[in-house]
Protein backbone atom coordinates (compact mmCIF):
# COMPACT_ATOMS: atom_id res chain seq x y z
CA UNK A 1 0.00 0.00 0.00
CA UNK A 2 2.99 2.58 -0.50
CA UNK A 3 2.73 5.67 -2.83
CA UNK A 4 -1.52 5.69 -2.69
CA UNK A 5 -1.52 8.61 -4.30
CA UNK A 6 -3.25 8.92 -7.79
CA UNK A 7 -4.54 5.46 -7.24
CA UNK A 8 -8.43 5.48 -8.19
CA UNK A 9 -9.25 1.77 -6.60
CA UNK A 10 -10.37 2.05 -3.36
CA UNK A 11 -8.07 -0.17 -1.30
CA UNK A 12 -9.47 -1.35 1.50
CA UNK A 13 -7.36 -4.23 3.45
CA UNK A 14 -7.21 -6.61 6.76
CA UNK A 15 -4.32 -7.14 8.71
CA UNK A 16 -5.60 -10.64 10.25
CA UNK A 17 -3.57 -10.85 13.57
CA UNK A 18 -3.27 -14.92 14.04
CA UNK A 19 0.89 -14.85 16.44
CA UNK A 20 2.47 -12.75 18.96
CA UNK A 21 4.58 -10.96 16.55
CA UNK A 22 1.92 -10.15 13.35
CA UNK A 23 1.76 -6.52 13.90
CA UNK A 24 5.76 -6.57 14.37
CA UNK A 25 6.37 -8.62 11.47
CA UNK A 26 3.57 -7.13 9.03
CA UNK A 27 2.21 -3.63 10.24
CA UNK A 28 5.52 -2.04 11.35
CA UNK A 29 7.20 -2.60 8.17
CA UNK A 30 4.25 -1.22 6.36
CA UNK A 31 4.11 1.97 8.64
CA UNK A 32 8.01 2.22 8.16
CA UNK A 33 7.87 2.56 4.63
CA UNK A 34 4.80 4.76 4.88
CA UNK A 35 6.63 7.27 6.79
CA UNK A 36 9.95 7.08 4.58
CA UNK A 37 7.78 7.75 1.70
CA UNK A 38 5.87 11.17 3.51
CA UNK A 39 2.62 9.37 3.53
CA UNK A 40 -0.20 10.89 6.24
CA UNK A 41 -1.38 7.77 8.43
CA UNK A 42 -3.90 8.22 11.04
CA UNK A 43 -3.83 5.53 14.11
CA UNK A 44 -7.12 4.64 15.41
CA UNK A 45 -6.12 1.90 17.39
CA UNK A 46 -5.79 0.06 20.77
CA UNK A 47 -3.27 0.12 23.30
CA UNK A 48 -1.39 -2.86 22.88
CA UNK A 49 -1.36 -2.19 19.34
CA UNK A 50 -0.16 1.35 19.94
CA UNK A 51 2.45 0.03 22.40
CA UNK A 52 4.39 -2.36 20.29
CA UNK A 53 4.41 -0.03 16.74
CA UNK A 54 5.65 2.88 19.09
CA UNK A 55 7.93 0.55 20.62
CA UNK A 56 9.35 -0.89 17.16
CA UNK A 57 9.49 2.51 15.68
CA UNK A 58 11.20 4.47 18.05
CA UNK A 59 10.10 8.22 17.49
CA UNK A 60 9.65 7.51 14.02
CA UNK A 61 5.81 6.63 16.00
CA UNK A 62 5.39 10.63 16.08
CA UNK A 63 5.07 11.05 12.60
CA UNK A 64 2.04 9.24 12.61
CA UNK A 65 -1.29 10.96 13.38
CA UNK A 66 -2.77 8.93 16.59
CA UNK A 67 -6.74 9.32 17.55
CA UNK A 68 -8.57 7.81 20.33
CA UNK A 69 -10.61 4.83 20.07
CA UNK A 70 -13.62 6.42 21.60
CA UNK A 71 -13.97 9.26 19.23
CA UNK A 72 -14.79 6.96 16.59
CA UNK A 73 -15.74 3.68 17.69
CA UNK A 74 -19.20 4.26 19.18
CA UNK A 75 -22.83 2.95 17.97
CA UNK A 76 -22.32 0.81 15.31
CA UNK A 77 -23.77 3.38 12.76
CA UNK A 78 -21.79 6.41 14.49
CA UNK A 79 -19.17 4.78 13.83
CA UNK A 80 -19.65 4.34 9.86
CA UNK A 81 -20.68 7.49 9.65
CA UNK A 82 -17.89 9.07 11.56
CA UNK A 83 -15.22 7.80 9.74
CA UNK A 84 -16.85 9.17 6.24
CA UNK A 85 -16.77 12.51 7.89
CA UNK A 86 -13.31 11.85 8.34
CA UNK A 87 -12.96 10.34 4.89
CA UNK A 88 -14.62 13.19 3.32
CA UNK A 89 -13.17 15.91 5.01
CA UNK A 90 -9.64 14.72 3.91
CA UNK A 91 -11.17 14.25 0.65
CA UNK A 92 -12.10 18.09 0.38
CA UNK A 93 -8.62 19.16 1.75
CA UNK A 94 -7.08 17.13 -0.96
CA UNK A 95 -5.08 14.94 1.18
CA UNK A 96 -5.22 11.41 1.16
CA UNK A 97 -4.34 9.32 4.89
CA UNK A 98 -3.97 6.02 4.89
CA UNK A 99 -6.39 4.95 8.26
CA UNK A 100 -5.16 2.53 10.54
CA UNK A 101 -8.22 1.09 12.46
CA UNK A 102 -8.75 -1.99 14.92
CA UNK A 103 -12.33 -2.04 15.27
CA UNK A 104 -13.96 -2.22 19.00
CA UNK A 105 -15.90 -5.57 18.59
CA UNK A 106 -15.43 -8.46 20.15
CA UNK A 107 -17.51 -11.52 19.87
CA UNK A 108 -19.50 -12.53 22.96
CA UNK A 109 -21.74 -15.88 22.25
CA UNK A 110 -24.13 -14.76 25.48
CA UNK A 111 -24.59 -11.21 24.43
CA UNK A 112 -28.31 -10.62 23.48
CA UNK A 113 -26.72 -10.01 19.38
CA UNK A 114 -23.97 -10.48 17.43
CA UNK A 115 -22.31 -6.71 17.32
CA UNK A 116 -19.44 -8.38 15.01
CA UNK A 117 -22.26 -10.08 12.46
CA UNK A 118 -24.04 -6.37 12.68
CA UNK A 119 -20.18 -4.26 11.95
CA UNK A 120 -19.18 -6.58 9.11
CA UNK A 121 -22.18 -5.76 7.24
CA UNK A 122 -20.89 -2.07 7.66
CA UNK A 123 -17.52 -2.83 6.62
CA UNK A 124 -18.92 -4.21 3.42
CA UNK A 125 -20.75 -0.89 2.90
CA UNK A 126 -17.60 1.47 3.29
CA UNK A 127 -16.40 -0.25 -0.15
CA UNK A 128 -19.09 1.75 -1.68
CA UNK A 129 -19.53 4.58 0.54
CA UNK A 130 -15.75 5.81 0.84
CA UNK A 131 -14.76 4.64 -2.10
CA UNK A 132 -14.08 7.90 -3.27
CA UNK A 133 -12.51 9.40 -0.99
CA UNK A 134 -8.71 8.17 -2.16
CA UNK A 135 -8.00 7.43 1.61
CA UNK A 136 -6.44 3.72 2.12
CA UNK A 137 -8.35 2.02 5.13
CA UNK A 138 -6.37 -1.16 6.55
CA UNK A 139 -8.64 -2.81 9.19
CA UNK A 140 -6.73 -4.46 11.82
CA UNK A 141 -8.70 -8.00 13.51
CA UNK A 142 -7.65 -10.22 16.13
CA UNK A 143 -8.28 -14.23 15.45
CA UNK A 144 -8.24 -14.81 19.36
CA UNK A 145 -11.45 -12.37 19.78
CA UNK A 146 -13.33 -14.35 16.75
CA UNK A 147 -14.16 -17.92 15.82
CA UNK A 148 -13.19 -18.75 12.52
CA UNK A 149 -16.32 -18.09 10.63
CA UNK A 150 -15.96 -14.44 11.72
CA UNK A 151 -12.63 -14.24 10.51
CA UNK A 152 -13.60 -16.16 7.26
CA UNK A 153 -16.88 -12.81 7.02
CA UNK A 154 -13.71 -10.22 7.98
CA UNK A 155 -12.01 -11.70 4.71
CA UNK A 156 -15.16 -11.40 3.17
CA UNK A 157 -15.84 -7.62 3.50
CA UNK A 158 -11.69 -6.47 2.40
CA UNK A 159 -10.84 -6.63 -0.81
CA UNK A 160 -7.23 -7.04 -0.10
CA UNK A 161 -4.99 -8.18 2.56
CA UNK A 162 -1.54 -7.70 4.32
CA UNK A 163 -0.22 -11.09 4.13
CA UNK A 164 3.43 -12.28 5.19
CA UNK A 165 4.07 -12.02 1.44
CA UNK A 166 2.80 -8.23 1.60
CA UNK A 167 -0.62 -6.41 0.39
CA UNK A 168 -2.20 -9.30 -1.63
CA UNK A 169 -5.95 -9.16 -3.33
CA UNK A 170 -8.39 -11.44 -1.31
CA UNK A 171 -9.48 -14.23 -3.35
CA UNK A 172 -12.56 -14.45 -0.59
CA UNK A 173 -13.69 -10.73 -1.18
CA UNK A 174 -17.66 -10.69 -1.79
CA UNK A 175 -19.07 -7.07 -3.35
CA UNK A 176 -21.08 -5.27 -0.75
CA UNK A 177 -24.76 -6.10 -2.29
CA UNK A 178 -24.08 -9.70 -2.81
CA UNK A 179 -22.31 -9.61 0.93
CA UNK A 180 -25.55 -7.93 2.19
CA UNK A 181 -28.53 -9.78 0.23
CA UNK A 182 -27.02 -13.20 1.84
CA UNK A 183 -27.61 -11.85 5.47
CA UNK A 184 -30.95 -9.81 5.03
CA UNK A 185 -32.67 -12.37 6.81
CA UNK A 186 -31.29 -12.33 10.67
CA UNK A 187 -31.91 -14.73 12.77
CA UNK A 188 -34.21 -12.96 15.86
CA UNK A 189 -35.11 -15.03 18.94
CA UNK A 190 -38.33 -15.04 19.98
CA UNK A 191 -39.76 -11.68 21.83
CA UNK A 192 -40.96 -12.74 25.28
CA UNK A 193 -44.40 -13.66 26.11
CA UNK A 194 -44.77 -10.56 28.59
CA UNK A 195 -42.70 -7.61 27.52
CA UNK A 196 -42.38 -4.28 28.97
CA UNK A 197 -44.26 -2.50 26.22
CA UNK A 198 -46.41 -3.82 23.99
CA UNK A 199 -48.29 -1.50 21.85
CA UNK A 200 -50.45 -1.71 18.51
CA UNK A 201 -50.56 1.11 16.06
CA UNK A 202 -52.93 1.66 13.91
CA UNK A 203 -52.20 5.08 11.94
CA UNK A 204 -50.36 7.94 12.50
CA UNK A 205 -52.24 9.88 15.13
CA UNK A 206 -51.35 6.67 17.53
CA UNK A 207 -47.29 7.64 17.18
CA UNK A 208 -47.13 10.25 19.88
CA UNK A 209 -48.81 7.88 22.27
CA UNK A 210 -46.05 5.30 21.17
CA UNK A 211 -43.43 7.35 21.36
CA UNK A 212 -44.04 8.59 25.05
CA UNK A 213 -44.59 4.98 26.27
CA UNK A 214 -41.40 4.03 24.49
CA UNK A 215 -39.54 7.52 26.48
CA UNK A 216 -40.82 6.40 30.02
CA UNK A 217 -39.91 2.69 29.88
CA UNK A 218 -35.84 3.86 28.41
CA UNK A 219 -36.38 6.26 31.00
CA UNK A 220 -37.11 3.74 33.60
CA UNK A 221 -34.26 1.94 32.53
CA UNK A 222 -32.25 4.75 33.53
CA UNK A 223 -31.49 5.62 29.94
CA UNK A 224 -30.11 9.45 30.03
CA UNK A 225 -32.11 12.43 28.17
CA UNK A 226 -30.41 11.98 25.03
CA UNK A 227 -30.40 8.68 24.96
CA UNK A 228 -34.16 8.16 25.47
CA UNK A 229 -34.45 11.10 22.44
CA UNK A 230 -31.90 8.36 20.21
CA UNK A 231 -34.21 5.36 21.31
CA UNK A 232 -37.52 7.50 20.90
CA UNK A 233 -36.50 8.31 17.47
CA UNK A 234 -35.37 5.34 15.88
CA UNK A 235 -39.01 3.52 17.33
CA UNK A 236 -40.61 6.37 15.95
CA UNK A 237 -39.01 5.97 12.25
CA UNK A 238 -39.07 2.46 12.27
CA UNK A 239 -42.96 2.57 13.05
CA UNK A 240 -43.36 5.16 10.76
CA UNK A 241 -42.01 2.79 7.79
CA UNK A 242 -44.45 -0.12 8.86
CA UNK A 243 -47.65 2.28 8.50
CA UNK A 244 -46.28 4.06 5.65
CA UNK A 245 -44.48 0.82 3.51
CA UNK A 246 -46.31 -2.16 5.56
CA UNK A 247 -49.59 -2.86 6.37
CA UNK A 248 -51.00 -1.97 9.77
CA UNK A 249 -51.37 -2.74 12.50
CA UNK A 250 -47.83 -2.09 13.73
CA UNK A 251 -47.17 -4.05 17.23
CA UNK A 252 -44.66 -2.18 19.38
CA UNK A 253 -42.59 -4.88 21.84
CA UNK A 254 -40.26 -3.53 24.13
CA UNK A 255 -38.06 -5.14 26.77
CA UNK A 256 -34.38 -5.90 28.60
CA UNK A 257 -32.04 -8.14 28.70
CA UNK A 258 -28.65 -7.60 30.43
CA UNK A 259 -28.27 -4.04 29.96
CA UNK A 260 -29.66 -3.81 26.97
CA UNK A 261 -32.80 -2.24 25.70
CA UNK A 262 -34.26 -3.71 22.97
CA UNK A 263 -37.42 -2.65 20.77
CA UNK A 264 -39.55 -4.87 18.10
CA UNK A 265 -41.68 -3.48 15.60
CA UNK A 266 -43.12 -5.45 13.07
CA UNK A 267 -46.16 -5.12 10.46
CA UNK A 268 -48.16 -7.14 8.59
CA UNK A 269 -47.10 -6.06 4.97
CA UNK A 270 -44.78 -8.90 4.50
CA UNK A 271 -42.44 -6.77 2.46
CA UNK A 272 -39.29 -7.71 2.52
CA UNK A 273 -36.56 -4.72 3.62
CA UNK A 274 -34.36 -3.97 0.59
CA UNK A 275 -30.93 -5.31 1.89
CA UNK A 276 -29.01 -2.24 2.09
CA UNK A 277 -31.95 0.11 3.50
CA UNK A 278 -30.33 2.41 6.46
CA UNK A 279 -26.82 2.19 5.09
CA UNK A 280 -26.74 5.15 2.84
CA UNK A 281 -27.04 8.66 3.84
CA UNK A 282 -30.12 10.11 2.55
CA UNK A 283 -29.32 13.35 0.30
CA UNK A 284 -32.26 15.46 2.17
CA UNK A 285 -32.71 14.83 5.97
CA UNK A 286 -35.41 17.67 6.70
CA UNK A 287 -37.85 14.84 5.56
CA UNK A 288 -38.25 11.05 7.34
CA UNK A 289 -35.04 9.34 7.37
CA UNK A 290 -36.25 5.59 8.28
CA UNK A 291 -33.67 3.05 8.63
CA UNK A 292 -30.85 5.65 8.15
CA UNK A 293 -31.56 7.46 11.06
CA UNK A 294 -32.13 3.94 12.81
CA UNK A 295 -29.06 2.70 12.24
CA UNK A 296 -27.14 5.70 13.64
CA UNK A 297 -29.08 6.05 16.59
CA UNK A 298 -29.70 2.05 17.62
CA UNK A 299 -26.15 -0.27 18.18
CA UNK A 300 -27.68 -3.02 16.15
CA UNK A 301 -30.32 -3.15 13.86
CA UNK A 302 -31.82 -5.99 12.51
CA UNK A 303 -34.40 -6.86 9.92
CA UNK A 304 -36.56 -10.05 8.95
CA UNK A 305 -39.76 -10.96 6.77
CA UNK A 306 -41.50 -13.76 7.46
CA UNK A 307 -45.06 -15.43 7.69
CA UNK A 308 -46.22 -12.07 5.78
CA UNK A 309 -44.56 -9.97 8.85
CA UNK A 310 -41.65 -7.57 8.71
CA UNK A 311 -39.80 -6.79 11.41
CA UNK A 312 -37.45 -4.49 12.56
CA UNK A 313 -35.76 -4.81 16.08
CA UNK A 314 -32.89 -2.26 17.17
CA UNK A 315 -30.64 -3.02 20.22
CA UNK A 316 -29.39 -0.61 22.76
CA UNK A 317 -26.34 -1.47 25.44
CA UNK A 318 -26.63 1.14 28.00
CA UNK A 319 -23.07 1.72 27.70
CA UNK A 320 -22.59 2.05 24.20
CA UNK A 321 -25.77 4.07 24.12
CA UNK A 322 -24.59 6.23 26.62
CA UNK A 323 -20.64 6.53 25.30
CA UNK A 324 -20.07 10.13 24.44
CA UNK A 325 -22.92 11.54 25.49
CA UNK A 326 -23.21 14.32 28.19
CA UNK A 327 -25.02 12.31 31.37
Same mark, same amino acid.
Given at each position: ? #???????????????????????????????? $???? *???????????????????? *??? /??????? /??????????? +?????D???? $?????????? @???E????????????RT?????? $????N $?????? !?????? %?????????SI??? #????????? +? !?????????????? =???????????????? @????????????????????????? =????????? @????V????????????? *???? @???????????? %? #??????G !?K???????????A????????????????????????????????????????????
Open positions: M #VNHRGLERFLHGVLVVDAEDTIERRLVPLLRR $EITA *GQAVLMVVGSPTAQIVRDRL *GRD /ADALRWA /AMDGFYQRLGF +TYSGFRYLR $EQHARREAVH @VVAPDVVSDPVAPVDAAYLKY $EAMT $EAYAGY !GCPITC %IWHRRHHSAIDD #VRRVHPREL +T !GRGDRDNPAYVPPA =AYLKARTQAPMTPAPP @VTDVDLTVWDFAEVGACRAAVARFA =AQRHFAPAA @VRHVAATSEVVANGLRH *GRPP @VQVFAWTQDDTL %I #VHVQDH !GAVPSDAGYRQPILTGPAGLWIARQVADVLLTRTAGGRTTVRMYFPYAVTHRSLPI
